[in-house]
């Protein structure tokens, strides 16, 4: 089963609003979540890195404004995309390490939340 | 920087078939080398690693090997099913920073 679960997995939302996307581990506490975007036929492309208790390292070219991420707890990590617009559209996948991971770079993957902005 | 390359798809096969997916990567270091496996509807799930030069990943009867010498992890598979169509990825690893991922390959396995 899953081990990394994403809600909501799909959301279509109006220009200009709030859509806000969770990440939780589950069965496990991951101090670090990692934030991708993916664009159709494209790779998945890391947008930040989210660290429990402390602020999120955004990747350069990321609007820090627009993507907040909060890690409010060791199975939380949450993405909101503010103030939404049409070329925010995109899947959006979150993925965390394993505590006790044996290989650096093996990671749990959520599903993706599909955002779409009219 | 780091980058992965993988070959463009979709690749469509009939059951039975062989399969192989070129990747080729650039980095600096030493990465660890991943195939990462999308199924419709799922995230994605690790199929096979290797972690230094010549190392053979393997699972489900999929192989890679890390072949320093061309900066290449080839994923092959001497017979795939219907079930192995899905979008596969691969992906590098260097240090403490997240994965480098290449662009995802679709696979459609007919029956």
């Known amino acids: 089963g899953a081990v990394v679960s994403q809600h909501p997995s799909w959301v279509i939302c109006k220009s200009g609003t709030s859509v806000k996307i969770e990440c939780r581990s589950l069965d496990f506490q991951a101090t670090t979540m990692f934030w991708y975007r993916q664009f159709p036929k494209q790779s998945l492309m890391l947008m930040a890195t989210?660290?429990?208790?402390?602020?999120?390292?955004?990747e350069q070219g990321v609007e820090k404004d627009k993507f907040l991420i909060n890690h409010a707890s060791l199975t939380l990590s949450t993405l909101t995309v503010t103030s939404a617009h049409p070329e925010d559209s995109s899947f959006y996948i979150c993925?965390?390490?394993?505590?006790?991971?044996?290989?650096?770079?093996?990671?749990?993957f959520g599903e993706g939340s599909r955002l779409t902005v009219l | 920087g780091n980058s992965v390359t993988q070959m463009e798809g979709p690749v469509t096969l009939s059951e039975e078939a062989f399969l192989t997916i070129n990747c080729t990567y650039t980095?600096?270091?030493?990465?660890?080398l991943f195939w990462y496996v999308q199924y419709p509807g799922e995230g994605l799930q690790l199929l096979l690693k290797a972690t230094k030069a010549d190392d053979k990943g393997s699972n489900k009867g999929f192989e890679a090997t890390y072949r320093k010498e061309t900066t290449s992890f080839h994923l092959e598979k001497g017979s795939v099913q219907v079930s192995d169509s899905a979008v596969y990825f691969c992906a590098l690893h260097t240090g403490r920073r997240a994965l480098t991922f290449g662009s995802g390959t679709r696979l459609q396995v007919q029956p």
């Open positions: 989210s660290n429990e208790g402390s602020k999120a390292t955004y």
């Open positions: 980095a600096t270091g030493y990465p660890s």
């Open positions: 993925s965390a390490p394993p505590r006790a991971s044996g290989t650096p770079g093996e990671l749990f």
